[in-house]
Nanobody, 124 residues
Framework: QVQLVESGGGLVQAGGSLRLSCGAP????????MGWFRQTPGKAREFVAA????????YYADSVKGRFTISRNNTKDIVYLQMNSLKPEDTAVYYC?????????????????WGKGTLVTVSS
């Protein structure tokens, strides 16, 4: 079992920035693929960004390309989501996800573990 813990959510004005972090305090995940998803009330959870174990390959939803950046520090076992130029439509609960398969592209599904989420609210 891997418990993922997200942090960094909050309230920000449109055009602002936030950086989300995801860690697994009790389990290193250096060799796992990671990703971020988001969900708003009444809608299905949607893919935001993914990164393979090495950190070299990244994938993004079209809606966030050029604004969001996913990265990881395998020494510290932390995955980040840097969110710039935020829009009100980015408001959602953001979830960290992990696949035990190092080369799993989480934009194609298949997460094994999920965090509990962190709320991001972007005001207009």
């Amino acid at each position: 079992q891997v418990q993922l813990v997200e942090s960094g959510g909050g309230l920000v004005q449109a055009g602002g920035s936030l950086r989300l972090s995801c860690g697994a305090p009790e389990r290193p995940f250096s060799y796992f693929a990671m990703g971020w998803f988001r969900q708003t009330p009444g809608k299905a959870r949607e893919f935001v960004a993914a990164i393979l174990w090495s950190g070299i390959s990244t994938y993004y939803a079209d809606s966030v390309k050029g604004r969001f950046t996913i990265s990881r520090n395998n020494t510290k076992d932390i995955v980040y989501l840097q969110m710039n130029s935020l829009k009100p439509e980015d408001t959602a609960v953001y979830y960290c996800a992990l696949s035990r398969t190092p080369l799993k592209r989480l934009d194609l599904g298949g997460a094994d573990y999920w965090g509990k989420g962190t709320l991001v609210t972007v005001s207009s």
